[in-house]
């Protein structure tokens, strides 16, 4: 590969060796797009039975499409799954990872389907209570939760807070006794598991923020110290390896050191931990590279390892609760542009590269730029019968790592106007949605049956401007 000065992504105009060559350029390929996604007869796509163009039309590019058949099947699926696969021990719960994206109706859906929800901050647990989900089926993470957003979460009478430091057993501890409230809680232990995906993901190696280390028995003495205070109920462990994993070997590890910490503390100092949560961080498809596997082959594997591991330790298996966010909401969305600059640079010799500029950029997502993440796209508003071009797609932003997608066959004649869309994207980008240069953030919409219904409201520029006090 020829080395260009700009960086690595601006080496060479040929495909990278995992993205084949198209058949057919306008093919929706398997995996990648929501259950209703499908061409129509006169080639645009639509999803839930309404044309991208009419998405367009009513509420404007670029937009969230989320695909309400699709994530609530996804929801149901897990829950089913699992359920299925620990019904011969204590059973098992499925906490949806509200971080990956979450608003009022989304709260709503998975009280509706009978998840639990997981919340990281005192604005997603807002959302949540007034979305009137039921707060004993709440969780609380968060490595540095203020004292107002322990407080809130104990009067809201929360399902559990997972404790992230040993400093943390004390501040709930001390508000628990403030309002005469004993504190469900769990521990969050830090396995030193590596797991298999990108470094800013992997939550459960030792250097990193999180939770409370096997080492130097540091989670030893955070159990001993929550049995210690009566205003403290020590529900169960929680271990979290990180996010976008494909495979159950880093599951299997981390389930065997958590596990061998609930037999310690049976053998030392008495006390029986019944529930484990395992978390989540189950991987989906972003493009051709990835083989996600399905909801019930992680469940039935998950079940095989935590059964084996604690016939080892002579331990009952525990209630088990799992986390996944990504995997139910990412391939529910597609995000719709509307093509502008096209343009054809050249890199020197016989190489080039076609860049094409679309309407949003790393203000609605930003994870190619912040994960080196691969994402694909289509173009959605018509066929066409030019051949393949690889592509880049670009934002509007005032940054060269302002990239959609790195690299993408899309036919040779994508002109401005064009609609495409870049499917999974229902995970983490809008979360992750910034403001940057001004542009408000793109409005989430619902399809289903053929309606549009907004979840989240297009940021105007009366928006910003009303936060503007100067």
Same mark, same amino acid.
């Given at each position: ?50 044309? *991208?163009?009419? @998405? =367009?039309? !009513?509420? $404007?590019?670029? #937009?969230? &499409? ?8 996804? /929801? ?95 501040? *709930?501890?001390? @508000? =628990?006794? !403030?309002? $005469?409230?004993? #504190?469900? &809680? ?8 590596? /797991? ?106 998950? #079940? ?167």
């Amino acid at each position: 590969m020829r080395a260009h000065e700009a960086g690595a992504l601006h080496g060479n105009d040929a495909a990278p060796t995992w993205l084949p060559y198209p058949a057919d350029v306008n093919h929706l390929i398997d995996g990648l797009w929501s259950e209703t996604t499908r061409r129509t007869a006169d080639g645009a796509v639509e999803v839930g039975g309404v044309d *991208v163009h009419r @998405i =367009a039309e !009513e509420v $404007g590019t670029p #937009a969230f &499409v989320l695909d309400e058949t699709d994530f609530r099947h996804r /929801a149901r699926r897990f829950r089913d799954a699992f359920a299925e696969a620990f019904r011969p021990h204590r059973g098992s719960d499925v906490y949806y990872a509200g971080k990956a994206f979450l608003c009022g109706a989304v709260a709503r859906w998975m009280d509706e389907d009978g998840l639990g929800l997981d919340v990281c901050t005192g604005g997603e647990l807002a959302v949540a209570l007034r979305a009137g989900f039921p707060a004993e089926r709440i969780a609380l993470h968060g490595n540095n939760k203020s004292l107002a957003e322990i407080r809130r979460a104990l009067q809201a009478g929360v399902g559990r807070i997972v404790i992230d430091s040993l400093g943390e057993i004390d501040l *709930v501890a001390e @508000i =628990a006794a !403030e309002l $005469g409230v004993r #504190a469900a &809680v769990m521990l969050r232990v830090t396995t030193g598991v590596e /797991a298999h995906t990108h470094e800013f993901i992997a939550t459960a190696h030792e250097d990193q923020k999180f939770g409370l280390s096997l080492t130097g028995d540091v989670a030893f003495e955070a159990v001993r110290r929550v049995l210690e205070r009566s205003t403290l109920d020590l529900i169960g462990l929680h271990s979290h390896i990180g996010s976008q994993i494909f495979d159950t070997g880093g599951f299997e590890v981390a389930a065997r050191r958590v596990l061998e910490l609930v037999a310690r503390v049976r053998d030392e100092l008495g006390h029986t931990i019944d529930q484990l949560d395992l978390g989540g961080g189950f991987g989906v498809m972003y493009n051709t590279q990835h083989t996600p596997a399905t909801p019930e082959t992680l469940a039935a594997g998950i #079940a095989g390892i935590v059964e084996k591991q604690c016939h080892e330790l002579d331990l009952a298996v525990p209630h088990v609760s799992f986390e996944p966010g990504r995997a139910i909401a990412g391939p529910s969305t597609q995000t719709l542009y509307s093509v502008g600059t096209v343009k054809d640079v050249r890199l020197g010799g016989p190489h080039h590269r076609l860049y094409v500029s679309v309407d949003g950029g790393m203000s609605d997502n930003v994870r190619t730029a912040l994960y080196d993440a691969d994402y694909s796209c289509l173009l959605t508003g018509r066929v066409s019968d030019a051949p393949p071009e690889v592509v880049r797609v670009v934002g509007k932003h005032c940054e060269s790592g302002d990239i959609v997608v790195k690299d993408e066959y899309l036919p040779a004649d994508v002109r401005r106007g064009d609609l495409i869309s870049v499917p999974v994207t229902g995970a983490y980008c809008y979360s992750l949605a910034s403001n940057y240069n001004h542009v408000p953030r793109p409005p989430v919409v619902a399809v289903r049956d053929g309606e549009i219904r907004t979840l989240l409201r297009r940021e105007t520029e009366e928006d910003l401007l009303g936060l503007d006090q100067g």
